[in-house]
């Protein structure tokens, strides 16, 4: 698990020690001090003999996106035309502000990322009038495709602080009335959606893969992240078997995103 540390920049050289010893992420704080989120591979003592210091000062790191992104605090990104910002930020037009909160989706994990991108070249497309976003986390699929043009969409998660998060994100964007959140998965909404996002894990989406075609109308786009590249395959041949067929595959770090499209 990785930890924080906190220590003076006594001759300047602070930020290339810690890179050099493997820090996750450094940041120059107010006065000039360092603070940096060090794996546990590396101990605090370490650290400070390569800081020429006694001692550094040291406290839990906060993972984000169920721990698979470490961070000293929310920072902005960009993904193609999105912008994805802290709370805090001020207010743009084309940006996705989100609180800091436990649910998934930061936008800086990979198969976030890939997602976003998925949906701005499927918005270009569909023009959908609606998303269902399943497993919608924070929201930030969900509210990047309202931001895109996208009139509505609904969210549906099993994870009710999940939902309560999303809700504070769609609160924080002005999109509360074009959001409609449930409780539950793919079945809990009836009807034929035109783009339907899924970012959850391999498993879940061959277990759910039935369900989630059922959601899909006529020429219906469905995107599909969480994929780690060596189960692409596996995934894929769930979907293909039930109709679907392969529109383009997106990839990032070991993970992909898979868009498929309805053949009805």
Known sequence: MP??????DLDGRALDCLVALGAIDVDVMP????????PDAVSAAQVASALGVSSVAVSPAAGRDGDSVWILGPRATRVGRLRIVPAGSDPDATAVRLVDGPAFGTGLHPTTALC???IQEAVEVLHPAAVLDVGTGSGVLALAALALGVPRAVGVDLDKRALSVAKENARLNGMARRLRLVCGGPESVAGAWPLVLA???AAPLIEMASVLVKRLGHRAQLVLSGVGASVEDDVARAYVRLGLRRLRVLSRDGWVALVLEASW
């Open 3 to 8: 930890y924080r540390i906190d220590a003076p």
């Open 31 to 38: 006065g000039g001090a360092i603070a940096a989120l060090m």
């Open 116 to 118: 976003l991108l998925a």
């Open 199 to 201: 970012n959850v894990l």
